[in-house]
């Protein structure tokens, strides 16, 4: 659905079915009047695109069925990136929804993290994304014409303690990936490479989020941890945000805007920063 900012209701579009073990939920992008969304699943799916105005759709791209795909679909160099265990890591046209390249058979069961460019502000493009049962690794697109041109292939891959729910973060020249039990990997962008590793000693689904050098960090149990990144981990702050009988869970990945933090806990929305 579609809505005003002061929440009217603009327009509806319906997706279709789902079957999963775990549920629906849609992660869309916005990206040049377009709501991009991923709706792989069980029984099949597709990656589609609607208008953000009208909610008309403008292209839809079947897919065969697989275990459930969660990510939110990363928008980069007027390509529509998603994964999941059926394509592996697929490239479609913005405008066309049209397959661009694939490189199948990355991922061996559901999808979670959402890709990422690690490179992300430097021009250039390093595509990392991973799965259940330990697999994360990044991939390097194909060269545009006249530069080579080539298959997308793998750059490198992450061992031990890779990321199932939460998606990693990049400054660009480091990623940092927080395991679902709380070992946060720092390595080396381009190459893998890893620089540290630290234990948080806390559980986490929702995703790391970089705000002004600092690595901030939502447990499951409703802490959130602070830490200053570098050439080491050093953990500056870890507040509890008190959760209540409404807020059982701490799962949702904060939202920045405006020099505030959003902070869902369960049913409790909480907003930091000046008022």
């Not at 031990?160 to 973060?169: C, D, Q, R």
């Amino acid at each position: 659905s579609g809505y005003t900012h002061d929440g009217g209701e603009l327009w509806q579009h319906e997706i279709g079915p789902f079957k999963g073990k775990h549920g629906a939920t849609i992660q869309p992008a916005i990206h040049s009047g377009k709501v991009l969304y991923v709706h792989l699943h069980q029984k099949g799916g597709h990656v589609g695109a609607v208008d953000s105005k009208t909610g008309k759709p403008l292209w839809k791209t079947d897919y065969p069925g697989d275990p459930v795909s969660y990510v939110t679909p990363l928008i980069v160099n007027e390509e529509v990136i998603a994964t999941s265990q059926s394509t592996g890591m697929i490239s479609l046209d913005l405008k066309t929804g049209k397959e661009k390249w694939a490189l199948p058979g990355l991922m061996k069961n559901r999808t979670i993290v959402s890709p990422i460019n690690v490179l992300a502000g430097s021009g250039e493009v390093l595509l990392a994304a991973g799965c259940k049962n330990g697999i994360y690794l990044a991939v390097k697109p194909p060269q545009a014409k006249g530069e080579g041109g080539g298959e997308p292939e793998v750059a490198w891959r992450m061992k031990g303690n890779t990321p199932y729910v939460p998606t990693p973060v990049s400054d660009g020249t480091a990623v940092y990936a927080l395991s679902d039990g709380g070992i946060l990997t720092a390595m080396k962008a381009r190459s893998g490479e890893k620089l540290w590793q630290e234990k948080l000693m806390a559980n986490f689904y929702a995703s790391p989020l970089i705000i002004d050098g600092k690595l901030y960090a939502l447990t499951r149990e409703g802490e959130m941890v602070v830490g200053e990144l570098g050439g080491k981990w050093k953990e500056v702050s870890r507040t509890s945000l008190e959760p209540g009988p409404e807020s059982k869970w701490a799962d949702a990945t904060p939202a920045v805007a405006h020099g505030r933090i959003y902070v869902r806990l369960g049913a409790r929305l909480d907003c930091f920063g000046k008022k």
